[in-house]
């Protein structure tokens, strides 16, 4: 088998293998991981079932706006890259690196974090297959070897299903998320069907001594952790074997489907047992002890069933979205060009290898410490949702113009990427200002203090080669074919 082609710049292309259906599942499946089964208690704790379900729902309907935004550039940039290639189009190459290296964070991070809630899944059902040799505590988290080999090991694989081609990973994307909507519907219908949960269950709406506001606002400021994974469509543009335009009804289609997904198991939760006093218990699992107690064993393998499927979907998806990234930044010489390379199975064998390597020193860390991350995270692809909806506004035209591509004319959809810029604020106000019912901990400002700075290093490192490459070799390396397009907004 041969490699795909290369320009005669050295411009490394990727082959297009993937299917609508593959790239649904692709956005759905990074979306839904470890979060949706694992976190209902402390969404419930934070909101109550009636403030989780509303700001979980108006975090997709935000997300959705964003998503115009998305549609648009995919259809006029369908490249490998993303938020990166639009950045550098519109507002130039420091601007592409931040938008790049923001975004790196968040995708790496939640491999790490699906990773890790595999290792708590077979400590809640099978201890003894993780909890052997403890090695150190972190955080008050007793770390085993057996966990560190079980979250390696789904590392391992995952980046060897993934360095093999788009087309077996896309396959294996869409039977998994298949799977997990049909898990997650038995354990909605069979709680909300079971004698003994009375719906008075899901009663008080809010929790105690917290405004509805605050309880609401505090789960629409996670939407953009909650919803990363939609992001990940543009990342394999370029590997596409249908038409760009469909991309935007794909991404709508997988927010909605998420947001089904995160609701139905808050209310699962909530209705298996009185919330508050689950909360107020704090166990490990308060999902899995209520399904438990509801239906024996049984309860246990279906949430079990739900929670591999979508943690494996999330493993595979942010892989993908990771190695892309990481590719198209190599392909334009502002990462070494060690990530630039294609292996003969067509997919960009290198830089997944290198988000595993990353990801394997997660699980020495433990679960409490990788915590830390989940708002970093938001930080990061908030950034990049917001350099999105800024291209997206300079793009797009208002309807009177007499200028440029007919297509792109669109009061409506500019007034929407205004309202995406606007909505990307809003999330890192709620995130990174003082007095914030959701504003980052101390642990997860250190954590983001350390990689702003190798972002730093990297690309002071790089800035050298970066010069060397003018402006027509840059945009052809980061655009292939499409670098003519008129992408000067209303200029």
């Known amino acids: 088998?041969?490699?795909?082609?290369?320009?005669?710049?050295?411009?490394?292309?990727?082959?297009?293998?993937?299917?609508?259906?593959?790239?649904?599942?692709?956005?759905?499946?990074?979306?839904?991981?470890?979060?949706?089964?694992?976190?209902?208690?402390?969404?419930?704790?934070?909101?109550g079932p009636l403030g989780a379900s509303l700001g979980l729902v108006i975090g997709g309907a935000l997300m959705c706006v964003i998503a115009v935004s998305y549609g648009l550039l995919i259809r006029h940039f369908p490249v490998s890259g993303g938020e990166y290639a639009y950045a550098y189009t519109f507002f130039g190459r420091t601007h592409a690196f931040v938008a790049g290296w923001a975004l790196v964070l968040g995708y790496v991070s939640i491999?790490?974090?699906?990773?890790?809630?595999?290792?708590?899944?077979?400590?809640?059902?099978?201890?003894?297959v993780v909890e052997w040799v403890p090695l150190w505590e972190v955080a008050g988290w007793q770390v085993y070897l057996g966990e560190v080999v079980v979250a390696s090991a789904a590392l391992l694989l995952f980046a060897l299903l993934n360095a093999r081609g788009g087309t077996l990973s896309?396959?294996?994307?869409?039977?998994?998320?298949?799977?997990?909507?049909?898990?997650?519907?038995?354990?909605?219908?069979?709680?909300?069907?079971?004698?003994?949960?009375?719906?008075?269950?899901?009663?008080?709406?809010?929790?105690?001594?917290?405004?509805?506001?605050?309880?609401?606002?505090?789960?629409?400021?996670?939407?953009?952790?909650a919803y990363v994974g939609f992001d990940n469509v543009p990342q394999a543009a370029e590997e596409f074997d249908f038409s760009p335009t469909k991309a935007f009804g794909l991404i709508v289609l997988a927010i909605v489907s998420a947001a089904g997904i995160y609701v139905a198991m808050v209310v699962a939760t909530a209705v298996a047992q009185p919330w508050p006093q689950m909360v107020a218990d704090g166990p490990a699992w308060g999902t899995a002890d209520g399904l438990e107690t509801?239906?024996?064993?049984?309860?246990?393998?279906?949430?079990?069933?739900?929670?591999v499927m979508g943690v494996s979907t999330g493993l595979n998806g942010f892989y993908v979205s990771a190695?892309?990234?990481?590719?198209?930044?190599?392909?334009?010489?502002?990462?070494?060009?060690?990530?630039?390379?294609?292996?003969g199975a067509g997919a960009p064998g290198n830089a997944v290898w290198f988000a595993a390597a990353l990801c394997l020193i997660a699980p020495l860390f433990g679960r409490e410490a990788l915590l830390w991350v989940v708002d970093m995270t938001s930080v990061g692809v908030t950034i990049a949702y917001t350099y999105?909806?800024?291209?997206?506004?300079?793009?797009?035209?208002?309807?009177?113009?007499?200028?440029?591509?007919?297509?792109?004319?669109?009061?409506?959809?500019?007034?929407?990427?205004?309202?995406?810029?606007?909505?990307?604020?809003?999330?890192?106000?709620?995130?990174?200002?003082?007095?914030?019912?959701?504003?980052?901990?101390?642990?997860?400002?250190?954590?983001?203090g350390v990689w702003?700075?190798?972002?730093?290093?990297?690309?002071?490192?790089?800035?050298?080669?970066s010069r060397e490459v003018d402006d027509d070799e840059m945009r052809h390396l980061v655009l292939g074919e499409h670098a003519g397009e008129k992408v000067r907004g209303d200029q």
């Not at 509801?294 to 929670?307: I, K």
Request: net charge positive; glycine share 10%.
């Open 1 to 47: 088998m041969t490699g795909p082609p290369e320009a005669p710049s050295g411009r490394q292309e990727l082959r297009k293998t993937l299917k609508p259906q593959w790239v649904w599942s692709v956005a759905l499946g990074s979306a839904i991981g470890w979060g949706a089964f694992v976190l209902p208690q402390d969404l419930l704790g934070q909101a």
């Open 111 to 128: 491999i790490a974090l699906n990773a890790s809630a595999l290792a708590l899944l077979f400590r809640r059902l099978l201890p003894p």
């Open 170 to 225: 896309g396959r294996v994307q869409y039977a998994f998320c298949l799977v997990m909507l049909a898990a997650v519907a038995c354990i909605l219908i069979a709680t909300w069907l079971h004698p003994e949960t009375p719906l008075s269950n899901l009663e008080p709406g809010f929790p105690e001594g917290v405004s509805p506001l605050a309880a609401v606002l505090m789960i629409v400021a996670i939407a953009p952790w």
């Open 294 to 307: 509801l239906f024996g064993p049984v309860g246990l393998v279906l949430l079990a069933v739900a929670v």
């Open 323 to 343: 190695s892309r990234l990481l590719f198209a930044m190599g392909r334009a010489k502002v990462l070494p060009s060690f990530f630039a390379k294609v292996n």
């Open 388 to 448: 999105t909806c800024l291209a997206a506004y300079r793009l797009w035209r208002w309807s009177g113009s007499d200028q440029g591509d007919p297509d792109t004319r669109s009061t409506g959809r500019k007034v929407l990427s205004g309202l995406g810029v606007l909505t990307g604020l809003l999330f890192l106000g709620l995130l990174l200002l003082p007095g914030s019912p959701a504003q980052l901990s101390t642990p997860s400002w250190v954590a983001l």
């Open 452 to 465: 702003v700075a190798m972002g730093i290093i990297f690309y002071v490192w790089r800035l050298p080669a």
